[in-house]
């Protein structure tokens, strides 16, 4: 599986971008995954996660409320929906995907910068 993440750009505080993560790889859906970001200075962080029927879903408590994580298996698809976007939230975005037999993300995309404004 290869991962390929785009959506990003730069919006205002209190503005909304959806970002989205493309899939190659006709076993995408044997995967779980999961957003990340860095800012910069900063450690890489967790955002959120789906796993691979999207029947769970989890957050980093910072993005609760705000940002939905959802997939469509059938265009090997995560997207990750970021409203009421705050200054804090800059960051370059990367998606990760780890099989189900496997507990670390080990296929990574390339990252896609956000940028909110204040």
């Known amino acids: 599986v290869q991962l390929q993440a785009c959506g990003g750009g730069l919006v205002q505080a209190g503005g909304s971008l959806r970002l989205s993560c493309a899939a190659s790889?006709?076993?995408?859906?044997?995967?779980?995954v999961g957003w990340f970001r860095q800012a910069p200075g900063k450690e890489r962080e967790f955002v959120a996660a789906v796993s691979w029927s999207e029947s769970i879903t989890d957050y980093a408590d910072s993005v609760k409320g705000r940002f939905t994580i959802s997939r469509d298996n059938a265009k090997n698809t995560v997207y990750l929906q970021m409203n009421s976007l705050k200054s804090e939230d800059t960051a370059v975005y990367y998606c990760?995907?780890?099989?189900?037999?496997?507990?670390?993300?080990?296929?990574w995309g390339q990252g896609t910068q956000v940028t909110v404004s204040s």
């Open positions: 990760a995907a780890r099989s189900l037999l496997t507990a670390k993300y080990d296929i």
């Open positions: 790889g006709r076993t995408f859906s044997r995967y779980h």
